[in-house]
């Protein structure tokens, strides 16, 4: 019975932190982008983008995950008429770029410790041949989709990119700066604007 308490003493205070980072108008993308994760972020945004237009800081800490939930996010960043602001905490990997580039290129920050992780995106298909040559034709439009986007986004070339990206292509804050990446490097919020 006591564990049981304590569980909902702790899942109150997590609702009441969630209320409080909420009305800080901060989302969190923490930890696997999964539809679940796309669903909580993309309602927070909505729903904050619904009470006015003030900026909206989304922090992201995440190894990626599912491509498609993470465009879903990021897309509904760019579509909101609240300014997004994006801050990378811890390591922002995979399909967490794309999201972080989800704020324009003067609105994304990054913290000391954090480090950034391009690559090509993975599968797994089975079935008959032709079902996995489908998907391995999409994972291909992905990773060319992916390689233009950071392109794009970084002012580096899309087969340099494409080069970099084709194995784990780690780099820290400052060399996240260095490739176009991240723009300014912030150990602490007054430091955003």
């Known amino acids: 019975m006591w564990n049981h308490e304590e569980k909902k003493d702790d899942e109150k205070k997590d609702e009441g932190m969630g209320g409080l980072i909420l009305k ?11 539809q679940e994760l796309a669903q909580k972020v993309i309602s927070q945004l909505i729903a904050l983008d619904a009470d006015n237009h003030d900026s909206i800081k989304v922090v992201i800490c995440s190894p990626g995950g599912h491509v498609d939930s993470g465009f879903a996010i990021r897309d509904i960043m760019r579509f909101i008429e609240s300014p997004i602001i994006t801050i990378g905490a ?10 972080f580039f989800g704020a324009p290129k003067e609105s994304r920050y990054s913290l000391p ?16 041949v032709s079902d996995i040559r489908i998907e391995a034709q999409e994972i291909l439009k992905i990773r060319q989709h992916l390689n233009e986007l950071i392109a794009k986004e970084t002012g580096q070339s899309v087969e340099k990119v494409a080069k970099d990206s084709d194995r784990n292509f780690w780099m820290n804050a400052e060399e996240a700066v260095e490739y176009g990446l991240v723009p300014k490097i912030i150990s602490s919020a007054s430091e955003i604007g």
Not at 24 to 34: H, S, Y
Not at 116 to 124: F, K, T, V
């Open 24 to 34: 800080a108008r901060t989302v969190l993308v923490n930890g696997e982008v999964d």
């Open 90 to 99: 811890g390591w922002v990997a995979s399909i967490g770029v794309p999201i």
């Open 113 to 128: 410790g954090t480090r950034y992780l391009i690559h090509q995106p993975s599968g797994g298909a089975g079935g008959q």
